[in-house]
């Protein structure tokens, strides 16, 4: 059994952080930067007062051994920390002073949220004052109750500000929707009234852009290279949505007329993966596959999400953005299939109604036919979408909800 040496340093003290709102991800660490203050040692009052900061490019921390964000852990214990040398096998032992770090948001006005001493305790208001009594000689159910009510007041701070911003940017969008009629703020792309053909009704380049079909070509090999078993057994893994694997198993033999289909098909399905999106994979940090193209996965984001706040990086996709995304769909669809779609496996794909599938293909100017088909099930309903010459554009703005009072 090895010997272990002990010495006590008693001048030296090792600081310890200690993070209310969690535990520290090592990946973090290297971008966590710290900051240790002392009171000036020349003042009484301020000599034994210190404070330990921490930031990162999102947060601040604050920790004082002072006040009430003081920690309350070294009041009644001492702590000391141990450091072993393995190759001497002798251990140092010094004191540790311990700070608990709290949060503060890099986005709340530091007008609102200063920390720093005041120049005398006469400038503090009488909340302050009642909370520092309570820190330093209130029972412990006071204490927790100040320690929680300091928390909630910075992340109420915070949320208000994040709705705030939200709330701002919505009722401006909303009326830009009313006053403009620029195809931006429209769910419906460009129509070119004077066509003279359905192929001339949308512009492809619109739906996807020269750039995305550029790199969504270099990443179309999968599906140029689809063999029917490859598409069978994708249909059994549910791989793929219904309308993709009905494209590919008519895919043309030409290899220049392939290669155009594959693109289209595969950047159908980047449509369709994003409109399928929960809100909470939308909200993380890469909401789109890393293997797609990164223009493609840039300007879907950019296109047919919005970030929550401006300084935010967590996405939303508005109801408004939705729709569009369904019509931009609906176009390659109907382009893909020579502007005659029957909609059961692309209603099945996007989780659709009979009613709002049928009126997002109005507001294109389709004009829709039910048939009825005998199977060995029975009968069957199967609606088919056309676009025709001339355009039925009665539908293409939605009535406004009534809502009751």
């Known amino acids: 059994m090895s010997k272990v040496t002990l010495s006590y340093e008693k001048e030296e003290k090792a600081i310890l952080a200690h993070f209310t709102n969690g535990t520290i991800d090592e990946k973090c ?13 020349n003042d009484k009052k301020l000599k034994d007062r210190k404070m330990l900061v921490a930031e990162t490019n999102e947060m601040s921390y604050v920790g004082q051994n002072y006040g009430p964000l003081a920690s309350t852990m070294q009041r009644n214990c001492k702590y000391y920390v141990g450091v072993l040398d393995k190759t001497t096998g002798k251990m140092k032992i010094c004191d540790a002073e311990i700070y608990q770090m709290h949060p503060k948001p890099s986005d709340i006005d530091d007008e609102a949220e200063t920390i720093s001493l005041p120049s005398s305790i006469t400038e503090k208001t009488f909340v302050e004052k009642n909370d520092m009594l309570t820190s330093a000689f209130g029972s412990k159910k006071k204490q927790r109750a100040l320690e929680s009510r300091l928390k909630n007041q910075i992340k109420g701070k915070a949320l208000d500000k994040a709705m705030s911003s939200v709330l701002s940017q919505a009722s401006s969008v909303e009326a830009v929707e009313e006053t403009d009629a620029n195809t931006e703020y429209s769910i419906v792309p460009p129509i070119n009234e004077g066509a003279t053909t359905p192929r001339e009704v949308y512009d492809m380049n619109y739906i996807i852009h020269p750039n995305e079909w550029a790199a969504t070509s270099e990443a179309s090999g999968t599906f140029f290279d689809a063999t029917v078993d490859d598409i069978q057994e994708w249909r059994k893994e549910n791989k793929y949505p219904k309308q993709i694997l009905s494209l590919l198993s008519r895919m043309p ?36 596959p890393l293997e797609w193209p990164d223009k493609v996965r840039f300007h879907l984001l950019r296109r047919f999400t919005q970030l929550i706040s401006e300084n935010s990086k967590q996405r939303v996709m508005p109801a408004r953005l939705k729709d569009k995304l369904v019509s931009h769909i609906l176009v390659l669809c109907l382009f893909l299939e020579e502007f005659s779609l029957e909609l059961t496996n692309l209603q099945t794909d996007l989780n659709k109604t009979n009613e709002k599938i049928t009126k997002h293909c109005q507001m294109l100017g389709c004009t829709m036919k039910v048939k009825k088909l005998n199977t060995d099930e029975g009968g069957a309903v199967v609606r088919w979408a056309t676009l025709s010459l001339p355009l039925n554009l009665s539908a293409q703005q939605p009535a406004k909800r009534k809502h009751k009072r």
């Open 29 to 41: 660490t290297k971008r966590l930067h710290f900051g240790y203050f002392k009171g000036d040692q």
């Open 253 to 288: 033999k030409s290899e220049e007329r392939r290669t155009e289909q594959a693109t289209y098909i595969t950047y159908l399905y980047y449509l369709i993966y994003l409109h399928n999106l929960k809100p909470s994979h939308l909200r993380g940090r890469d909401p789109l």
